[in-house]
């Protein structure tokens, strides 16, 4: 059996934050902002764990990880992903493939999608082929183009393993 699930999810800069690293897709980046967020702000794993509950009709990241509780402050969002990734194979399934549009008008992220896509491999116990990162920009149009923020969808395939 093969299931799709979808994922989007969107934080904000800091204005008033110096320059830093910011998280994406577990790899750190430099960035003139930081990432407003209860978590670690990982936007690129926040939008994949979305698409794996999702698939399996598990609800959402909100639920399993609420942004009102202590116990998620700060939290490497690595964790929330394989702790999502341990409930997807908990009910047979696995990763056939996940696709994640990152949309940001900054960062510049040619130079970090390779590293993005072995870093969630490896967190998800599986080859780097079966995933794919790309990004884009909005071509300084609404929110992402005025440097606000960044969005991420990310789209998967789990097939319930034999």
């Known amino acids: 059996m093969l299931r799709i699930g979808h994922g989007h999810d969107v934080h904000r800069f800091d204005a008033d934050s110096p320059p830093c690293n910011i998280r994406l897709g577990g790899v750190e980046v430099p960035s003139e902002h930081a990432l407003l967020a209860h978590s670690d702000g990982d936007v690129v794993l926040h939008a994949l764990c979305d698409a794996l509950l999702g698939?399996?009709?598990?609800?959402?990241?909100?639920?399993?990880?609420?942004?009102?509780?202590?116990?998620?402050?700060?939290?490497?969002?690595?964790?929330?992903?394989?702790?999502?990734?341990?409930?997807?194979?908990?009910?047979?399934?696995?990763?056939?493939?996940?696709?994640?549009?990152?949309?940001?008008?900054?960062?510049?992220?040619?130079?970090?999608?390779?590293?993005?896509?072995?870093?969630?491999?490896?967190?998800?116990?599986?080859?780097?082929?079966?995933?794919?990162?790309?990004?884009?920009?909005?071509?300084?149009l609404g929110f992402i183009g005025r440097k606000e923020g960044i969005a991420v969808d990310a789209v998967c395939l789990v097939e319930h393993a034999l």
Not at 92 to 97: D, I
């Open 55 to 140: 698939a399996l009709a598990l609800g959402d990241i909100g639920e399993h990880f609420p942004d009102t509780s202590a116990t998620w402050r700060g939290v490497d969002s690595r964790d929330l992903l394989r702790q999502v990734y341990q409930l997807v194979q908990d009910r047979g399934y696995r990763l056939v493939n996940a696709d994640i549009t990152i949309v940001a008008q900054t960062p510049r992220l040619m130079a970090y999608k390779k590293a993005m896509q072995a870093q969630i491999a490896a967190d998800l116990n599986t080859a780097v082929g079966n995933l794919n990162v790309k990004a884009t920009t909005t071509e300084q």
